[in-house]
């Protein structure tokens, strides 16, 4: 689901993605953080920032909260910082999906999500994608 009245500050979430795939592994990981700006660089306010690592691979990859709504789609970071991490919101993303004729899930879900359900969740919904 995605959580569309946005991210909040300070907001726990979890980013998931294929980062360094190949030459980690190509299992997915997760790293975990908080929303640490409501905007991004050059106050870009379609998208947010957060702490939680991210690293080539994470592109495209979800950053949710703990009851596991979309906040963002993780898609740049600074090189010459730790953590300073950048997100396209999910109200961004829902228009774009609306405008391409998908209609996402809306609203709360929040069912207790424990981190083995999260986790679940994200590893079900997460695809690795390589080209050569």
Same mark, same amino acid.
């Given at each position: 689901?995605?959580? *569309?009245d946005?991210a909040?500050?300070?907001?726990? !979430?979890?980013?998931?993605?294929?980062? +360094?795939?190949?030459?980690l592994?190509?299992s997915?990981?997760? *790293?975990k953080g908080?929303?640490?700006?409501l905007?991004?660089l050059?106050?870009?306010?379609?998208?947010?920032? =957060?702490?939680?690592? +991210?690293?080539?691979g994470?592109?495209?990859?979800? !950053?949710?909260?703990?009851?596991?709504?979309l906040l963002? &789609?993780? &898609?740049?970071? $600074?090189t010459?910082?730790?953590? =300073?991490?950048f997100?396209?919101?999910?109200?961004?993303?829902k228009?774009f999906?609306e405008?391409?004729?998908?209609s996402?899930?809306?609203?709360?879900?929040?069912?207790?999500?424990?981190?083995?359900? $999260?986790?679940? +969740? +994200?590893?079900?919904?997460? &695809?690795? !994608?390589?080209?050569?």
């Open positions: 689901n995605i959580k *569309t946005g909040e500050l300070g907001e726990d !979430i979890v980013a998931f993605g294929y980062p +360094l795939s190949q030459t592994s190509d997915v990981k997760l *790293t908080i929303v640490s700006s905007s991004g050059d106050n870009n306010y379609s998208q947010i920032q =957060i702490d939680a690592a +991210l690293n080539p994470n592109s495209g990859g979800p !950053i949710v909260n703990t009851n596991g709504e963002a &789609v993780a &898609v740049s970071s $600074l010459d910082s730790q953590n =300073i991490n997100g396209i919101k999910a109200k961004s993303v228009d999906l405008v391409n004729f998908f996402p899930a809306i609203g709360s879900m929040n069912y207790g999500m424990n981190n083995k359900k $999260l986790l679940k +969740l +994200l590893e079900e919904s997460t &695809v690795y !994608i390589f080209c050569e």
